[in-house]
């Protein structure tokens, strides 16, 4: 089956720890990207590429960081810097082209610090 | 001002009544309007899309969008229990999205 995968399902951290969520698409599509949710503020945008190799902040990139060295994989970061990191987390890809507008969300990673 | 607004609800309706969620956006160069329904603890998914003014159907949902008012709308007719969920709207250029706080609306029995 074609789709995003995010694991951890769930993620504790400890204060001053980095972690790592992982993302991966099958669907073959160039752009992917990662949000934050946190109730009563929507989804906000963490950082997203649009091809391997290049990668743009968001609108709250701070304290987060990137990598895409593969089409598939899209990793997060949260580093010690983000303050707030508890919430979900939701990484999307979409077709060329298309803006994100109909993008494909995996199921979420939820983040605990503990 | 935030750039998407959306009331968050809770919005209860019974069985079989029409719905109405809305939003409002303040960037004229917005070009895409979505919606997308996240069910509890899972990612959304998307429900309607139109690039342009006017109405689109599928079902019983219809998607408006008044660009000279910027005012995003969708309805559900015969809502059912299923139906229960946040919706999201989101609006955006070729590059990015820029969503709602999303309405819960819940479908009672």
């Known amino acids: 089956d074609g789709g995003i995968t995010q694991s951890p399902k769930y993620l504790f951290r400890k204060e001053g720890q980095n972690v790592t969520l992982s993302c991966e698409q099958n669907l073959n599509h160039d752009a992917m990207y990662w949000y934050r949710q946190d109730p009563g503020q929507g989804l906000r945008l963490i950082y997203y590429s649009q091809i391997v190799n290049d990668f743009q902040k968001g609108d709250i990139a701070e304290g987060y960081s990137v990598s895409r060295e593969k089409k598939e994989s899209f990793p997060l970061t949260v580093t010690s810097a983000q303050k707030n990191p508890t919430a979900f987390y939701l990484c999307a890809s979409s077709p060329p082209g298309q803006g994100g507008y109909e993008a494909f969300f995996g199921q979420g990673t939820r983040l605990t610090v503990v | ?109």
Not at chain 2, 42 to 62: A, C, I, Q, V, W
Not at chain 2, 67 to 87: C, E, G, M, N, V
């Open chain 2, 1 to 109: 001002q935030k750039e998407v607004e959306q009331d968050p609800g809770p919005l209860s309706v019974p069985e079989g009544a029409i719905v109405s969620l809305n939003c409002t956006y303040s960037n004229s160069a917005f070009q895409y309007f979505m919606w997308y329904r996240q069910y509890s603890r899972k990612g959304p998914e998307l429900l309607m899309y139109t690039y342009s003014s006017g109405n689109k159907e599928d079902g019983r949902f219809t998607a408006q969008v008044d660009k000279s008012s910027k005012y995003i709308s969708l309805f559900i007719r015969d809502s059912q229990p299923s139906d229960s969920a946040t919706y999201l709207c989101a609006t955006g250029t070729a590059s990015k999205l820029t969503f709602g706080t999303g309405t819960r609306l819940q479908v009672t029995l």
